[in-house]
């Protein structure tokens, strides 16, 4: 009986024991899924948590930028408001010396709308003196700008149109320039320059120019540009410059720059032609006085002597340097050697609307 109890008792100890094992294994087996899944969530958690972190930073970066961007518009911003305001001052400054003005020009003893009707009556006279000078303008237009008188005090009729608001004209100063003849030009290159200054072809040319001055509209603008290799304008300091033909002093001082030339060199008419894009606006009428083709471009020949027909390639390389549309008048002087000059110069002239004449020596 007591072995039997004994034996009872063991067999409860033993399913009591494998009890307790299931039991805490059961447990340690819930306390690992438990401890799996609260990892898996926290590494979900990080993932998502490090995300948004990412988004924050991005729009901190965006925000910098804008920041930027923002202060750069103010300082724009701060900029114009200081350029305005330098503006209000100066147009109020202007404000005060205009009031300050019509102050002076007003009497006191004016009421304001008399003031008004005063100043009202001032400007009609004003306008009125304008129309009137403008119609003399207009009634002077064509007129000689002064008197030029030939030998034998000669009526001139050269069909010339010496019109335009802008007249160039281009005189040829080479050595060419001194005698119609090669043996002539030789001679008197190697004398004084007083004899130079004098020979009988270059006086002709000075006297073409005065006669042509002396023709140009009241109301024009002209400039004479030099030329031999390089072009400049007859009078100094005019460069660029347009003069008027009604400044009587101005005409005078050109005639006497003109005197004081010694013709030299070769001759370069797209130097020439060149130089009267230095004008502005363009001339709508240019008057040529030379004696034949160039003997070089824009830069010196290679040899000591030209062709006629090397010549000849120049002048069309030259031509192509023309404002377009505009006559071209050609006063020529021919020389002995250059046969191939006046019907060149003559086919400028007709495809330009200019004209050409080559003078006698008693002209003008």
């Given at each position: ?10 067999t409860f100890?033993l399913s ?9 294994g059961?447990?340690?087996l819930?306390?690992l899924?438990i401890?799996?899944s609260i990892?898996v969530?926290?590494?979900?958690l990080n993932v998502?948590?490090?995300s948004?972190v990412?988004l924050?930073?991005e729009d901190?970066r965006?925000?910098q930028k ?5 202060r750069n518009?103010?300082d724009t911003?701060?900029l114009?408001i200081v350029e305005?305001e330098g ?5 109020s400054?202007?404000i005060?010396e205009v009031e300050?003005l019509i ?7 004016l009421?304001?709308?008399e003031?008004?009707?005063?100043l ?5 006279s004003?306008?009125d003196e304008?129309k009137r ?15 030029y008188?030939g030998?034998g005090n000669?009526q001139?009729?050269?069909g010339?149109?010496l ?7 281009l ?6 320039m ?6 002539n030009i030789?001679?008197?290159?190697n004398?004084d320059v007083?004899?130079?200054r004098?020979?009988d ?6 006297n073409?120019?005065?006669?042509l001055?002396a023709?140009?509209p009241v109301?024009?603008?002209y400039?004479v540009?030099?030329f ?9 300091d005019t ?5 008027e033909v ?5 005409l005078?001082d050109?005639t006497?720059?003109l ?7 070769g001759?370069?008419l797209?130097n020439a032609?060149?130089?009267?894009q ?6 709508d009428?240019i008057?040529?006085i030379?004696d034949?083709?160039?003997t070089q471009g824009?830069s010196p020949p290679?040899?000591?002597t ?6 000849q390639?120049?002048?069309r390389?030259a ?7 505009v006559p ?25 609307r200019?004209?050409f004449?080559?003078p006698s020596?008693d002209?003008?």
């Amino acid at each position: 009986m007591a072995r039997r109890n004994k034996r009872s008792f063991s067999t409860f100890n033993l399913s009591f024991l494998d009890i307790m094992s299931c039991g805490f294994g059961a447990v340690v087996l819930v306390f690992l899924i438990i401890d799996h899944s609260i990892e898996v969530e926290s590494r979900e958690l990080n993932v998502d948590l490090l995300s948004e972190v990412n988004l924050l930073e991005e729009d901190i970066r965006e925000g910098q930028k804008n920041l930027v961007v923002l202060r750069n518009a103010l300082d724009t911003v701060d900029l114009e408001i200081v350029e305005a305001e330098g503006r209000a001052t100066r147009v109020s400054d202007e404000i005060d010396e205009v009031e300050a003005l019509i102050a002076a020009l007003i009497p006191e003893d004016l009421s304001e709308e008399e003031a008004v009707e005063k100043l009202k009556a001032e400007v009609q006279s004003l306008e009125d003196e304008v129309k009137r000078l403008r119609e003399a303008a207009e009634e002077e237009s064509g007129k000689s700008a002064r008197s030029y008188v030939g030998d034998g005090n000669r009526q001139y009729l050269t069909g010339m149109n010496l019109g335009g608001r802008h007249i160039a004209i281009l005189l040829d100063v080479s050595s060419s320039m001194l005698a119609d003849k090669l043996v002539n030009i030789i001679r008197l290159r190697n004398m004084d320059v007083e004899l130079q200054r004098a020979a009988d072809k270059w006086n002709r040319a000075l006297n073409t120019v005065n006669w042509l001055t002396a023709q140009l509209p009241v109301g024009s603008d002209y400039q004479v540009i030099t030329f031999n290799t390089q072009a400049r304008t007859a009078l100094p300091d005019t460069e660029g410059q347009w003069l008027e033909v009604a400044d009587q002093a101005q005409l005078e001082d050109l005639t006497d720059a003109l005197r004081e030339i010694v013709p030299s060199g070769g001759t370069s008419l797209e130097n020439a032609f060149d130089h009267l894009q230095t004008l502005s606006p363009v001339p709508d009428n240019i008057f040529l006085i030379t004696d034949g083709l160039p003997t070089q471009g824009t830069s010196p020949p290679r040899g000591t002597t030209i062709s006629g027909n090397q010549r000849q390639r120049l002048y069309r390389q030259a031509v192509r340097k023309l404002p377009a549309n505009v006559p071209v008048n050609i006063i020529l002087a021919p020389m002995e050697g250059d046969p191939l000059a006046a019907s060149e110069f003559w086919q400028l002239a007709q495809s330009t609307r200019g004209s050409f004449m080559s003078p006698s020596r008693d002209w003008p």
